[in-house]
């Protein structure tokens, strides 16, 4: 019996599995939901990854990662939306639910935010067109405050659907936990969503105390702080019906265990706390 | 001659100086405003910290901190509003333009940042008659989200502000650009601080590229990628004339570098980039 709303992401288990081993570990476990990374993608083939995907019947919550907008010289700005473009090409020949966008933080040596916000929005404009004829959802997933710089400079629901408002249909956002747990915000936004129809994707994870990485330390559902079940209801209450998509980066755990044991503890997890 | 306009948060040299040493330190690079911590002042003692205060007649930009409200207890809670009653005394004793409060986490084992936030605004609320009563304003320090669950779960400076106006008078906020600088409503809750003359106290320092950790890698004022400059026009012209004052915790750097050569490059770069 297939697992009604889990879906994995595959970074979760990227240090273990390829793209056609996680499969088949999920699988294993009832997971029929996932979501991989381009360069997983890439590693097997898009044609064998697109195969695979068909004849397990997966449900592909997203394709991680478009994105990386910001740059100061225009051609490179051209070129990564050129990049988004394949990243299209892609979510659509895997039929996933959206295309997940990281937007990027400052071009190297900015100091300008409000500038690489506006290359974000521009650079979203210029890509939605080609999304929207090629049937992928773009999903702009707002990064944690601390990831402004480096990575992403949408850093909040409201602001990331502020675009979303901006653009029209064929565009909504990707809720992740970790990132938006904080937001004063939160509930009215995720309810705003809801509204537009906008909430494409719902990533789960933990908040440790003490978090000891920035980028590789996120905790499995329940061994944090975040409000995974109430969350989960302001998005159901909002009408998003789709899997909750596990997303653990963690270079000193997660990582480190045998991959199955992994995702027998996310369905552990996904089945007591979420 | 002194140096108009620039404090020093004495936790930016803490590893090397005391309290009497720090200011002596200052005092030498033309620096006479400075913002002590309670433990600073509590290892020289309080009467010897106001007479350094006083005979150098330096200006105190703040103490730090009180705070820490949340507790699942209410003789915890209770403990620590009269600790805070205590901090107001030194801050009142060393003549502080405000008492900084970061103002606490999820209590131990708590999902809920809803109800941290509720104990918050009590705790304030009852703390506030008696800071009034001793002319020592409080300032809500929102710090970044990353710092929510185990430092302070005001993490805007809206929220900070939501709290003020439910207060009303003797309190106001901290802007320090290390926590609120990815804000994209930082320019306008800025003005809106200004207008309601609750803007008490400018932190500086900057936010390095990579950052190698969560507490103690803050960098130098031109080091990240802060829009210092951007961010001081608009607290000068929300109508905010007191100091900036550099708060930089740095175990890799600035800590183990030595004392005054700390402080002479503050100056530096308080001339040349803030």
Known sequence: MPIEGLSINLATVREQFDLAQAVDACMAQGIHAIAPWRDQVAHIGLAEAARIVESNALRVTGLCRGGMFPACDPARREAAIEDNRRAVDEAAALHADCL??????????????????????????????????????????????????????????????????????GIGVAVDVYHTWWDPMLEQQIARAGAAGRILAHHICDWLVPTRDLL????????????????????????????????IFSSQNWWKRPGDEVLSICVERFNTVC
């Open 216 to 247: 590789f330390d996120r905790g499995m559902m329940g061994d944090g702080v975040i409000d995974l079940r109430g969350i989960r209801a302001a998005i159901e209450a909002a009408g998003y019906r789709g899997p909750q998509e596990v997303e």
């Open 100 to 169: 997940v966008l990281v937007v990027g933080g400052l071009p190297e040596g900015s100091h300008d935010i409000r500038a690489a916000r506006e290359m974000v929005a521009e650079g979203i404009a210029k890509l939605l067109p080609y999304a929207k004829a090629n049937g992928v959802p773009l999903a702009i997933e707002p990064l944690h405050p601390m990831y402004a710089a480096d990575r992403a400079c949408v850093n909040t629901l409201e602001q990331a659907l502020d675009i979303c408002e901006l653009l029209g249909d």
